[in-house]
């Protein structure tokens, strides 16, 4: 059954920067986009960018334009999500999910990956 | 940016009732682009329904989803145990792809 699997959860200080992996399994991984969706502490969702692992064409949340880069390696059915200049309120929840090709909902998500902020 | 607003907040019923989650968008999601979610807590969220009225595979058909353009409902026909969850839309007509704040079904 198709998995996704993210790295391990992470401290960081503000103004640093962080790099999650979400490792894709039981399905081709150039077939589907991966999208980022984050949830701080008690709060809801927030969509974050999409990535193309076919073409490497991204979109990105306009309030994250700047800081947030999305790569991939099909070598390894890897997707990666960059936060830079982390502030105390990026400390959250971040997932990975497979983006269905029929539009941008999502079909499968990651476990999630702590990120915490704090001096 | 598509706001969407979920109603009620808070929803208490008892197993084996009947649920109906709102969903409110701030202008209209064509062709119907709108998904529902379920969390647990601790968990990932766990597609339910897309295409506003679509089951996801292996969801049961207590779950129902309908509507269009600005308003949109998820059912749940008799709940069971494992039901009880925060519940969200989402909006992928246009870019944010932006989630309503959630609606908490809880155990009266």
């Known amino acids: 059954q198709v998995q996704l699997v993210q790295s391990g959860a992470e401290v960081r200080k503000p103004g640093a920067s962080v790099k999650v992996s979400c490792k894709a399994s039981?399905?081709?991984?150039?077939?589907?986009?991966i999208s980022w969706v984050r949830q701080a502490p008690g709060q809801g969702l927030e969509w974050m960018g999409w990535i193309s692992p076919y073409n490497g064409n991204t979109k990105y949340a306009q309030k994250l334009q700047g800081r947030v880069t999305m790569t991939t390696d099909t070598s390894t059915s890897t997707a990666y999500m960059e936060l830079r200049s982390l502030r105390s309120d990026d400390t959250a929840v971040y997932f990975c999910a497979r983006t269905s090709f029929l539009g941008y909902y999502f079909e499968y998500w990651g476990q999630g990956t702590l990120v915490s902020v704090s001096s | 940016e598509i706001v969407l607003t979920q109603s009620p907040g808070t929803l208490s019923l008892s197993a084996g009732e009947r649920a109906t989650l709102s969903c409110r968008a701030s202008?209209?999601?064509?062709?119907?682009?709108l998904a529902w979610y379920q969390q647990k807590p601790g968990q990932a969220p766990r597609l339910l329904v897309y295409?506003?009225?679509s089951r996801a595979p292996a969801i049961p058909d207590r779950f129902s989803g309908s509507g269009s353009g600005t308003d949109f409902t998820l059912t749940i026909s008799r709940l069971e145990p494992e039901d009880f969850a925060v519940y969200y839309c989402q909006q992928y007509v246009s870019s944010p792809y932006t989630f309503g704040q959630g609606t908490k079904l809880e155990i009266k």
């Open positions: 295409g506003a009225s």
């Open positions: 039981d399905y081709t991984f150039s077939s589907y986009g």
């Open positions: 202008e209209s999601v064509s062709s119907s682009f």
